[in-house]
């Protein structure tokens, strides 16, 4: 929410938000595991209100004041008015791979350069 107390700060250390309510993804999804490790290594177990990957119900959620959650920097620049970002002082990452096989076709090259420059446009230069 815009108005929470959080909202304030550009950065924090994920303990600041251990008696926050959180909404987190299906245990299903690895950034589940990733964000209960992440809450874990912070000292504490978010408590957890809801579950839901859908990013319009949790945005809903989330404004209503219900609860935190966890999202890439990604899905959140596309809805900058909606919410207020805050990160966190030590984030944490999902590791994307992209395999092909080893001879490349002029179409797998283009596509390849494609993906790196899409992925580099979405993270910050401090992950790649």
């Known amino acids: 929410s815009l108005h929470h107390p959080l909202a304030k700060k550009k950065i924090i250390d994920l303990a600041e ?5 959180f909404i987190v993804h299906p245990s299903t999804q690895s950034i589940y595991d990733l964000s209960i490790a992440a809450c874990r290594k912070a000292g504490f177990f978010p408590d957890i209100v809801c579950h839901s990957s859908h990013f319009p119900t949790s945005l809903s959620l989330i404004s209503a004041g219900m609860g935190v959650s966890f999202y890439p920097m990604e899905i959140v620049n596309a809805r900058p008015d909606q919410l207020s970002v ?43």
């Not at 938000?17 to 309510?21: D, T, V, W």
């Not at 990452?93 to 993906?115: G, N, Q, W």
């Open 17 to 21: 938000a251990a008696n926050e309510k």
């Open 86 to 128: 805050v990160r966190l002082r030590e984030p944490f990452r999902k590791d994307i791979c992209m395999v092909t096989r080893s001879l490349h076709t002029p179409a797998l090259s283009v596509f390849e350069k494609y993906v790196r420059e899409w992925v580099a446009s979405q993270v910050a230069p401090e992950f790649l």
